[in-house]
C-alpha cells in the first residue's frame, strides 16, 4: 500500500479491543514504559484510531499520535483522553519539523510495515 493509498484508508471502528493481537501488545509496550518509570512523553508512529495510545496515556505524562489517516485520527480524537493529541501526517520530514521542536522518551511505532 503506498502512502497515498494509505490516506484514504478508512478506519471503521474506534475501538480494536476485540482482537486479542492488540490486548497482548499494549500489555508488553505497558511493562516497558513502565520499567522507564515515569515515561514522560512518548509518541506513536503510525497510531491508527488512537486505541494502543489511549490505553499507554495513564503511564505516561503525554502521548503524541501520528498517523496518515484522516479517519483514523478522527476516530482517535473521540473519547477525550486528556493527555492524547493526535496528528494526522506522514511520518516523513513534515512531521520531524513539528516534533523537532519537542523531546520525548519513547517512540513507539506497530502493525505500521504493512502499510509502507
Given amino acids: 500500500m503506498t502512502s497515498a493509498q494509505y490516506e484514504g484508508y478508512c478506519y471503521c471502528f474506534a475501538d480494536n479491543s476485540s482482537g486479542r ?3 497482548v501488545l499494549a ?3 505497558i511493562d516497558h514504559v513502565e520499567r522507564l518509570g515515569n ?3 512518548v509518541c506513536e508512529l503510525g497510531c491508527g484510531n488512537g486505541y494502543l495510545a489511549k490505553i499507554l496515556a495513564p503511564h505516561c505524562s503525554e502521548i503524541v499520535g501520528v498517523d496518515r489517516s ?3 485520527i ?4 473521540l473519547g477525550n483522553v486528556a493527555n492524547a493529541r493526535f496528528i494526522c501526517s506522514g511520518i516523513d520530514g513534515e ?3 513539528m516534533l523537532s ?5 519513547l517512540f513507539v511505532s506497530t502493525e505500521v510495515i504493512e502499510h509502507m
Fill in 21 to 23: 493481537f492488540g490486548r
Fill in 27 to 29: 500489555g508488553i509496550i
Fill in 39 to 41: 515515561a514522560g512523553r
Fill in 70 to 72: 484522516e479517519s483514523g
Fill in 74 to 77: 478522527s476516530m482517535a480524537n
Fill in 95 to 97: 512531521l520531524t519539523r
Fill in 101 to 105: 521542536r519537542n523531546s520525548f522518551a
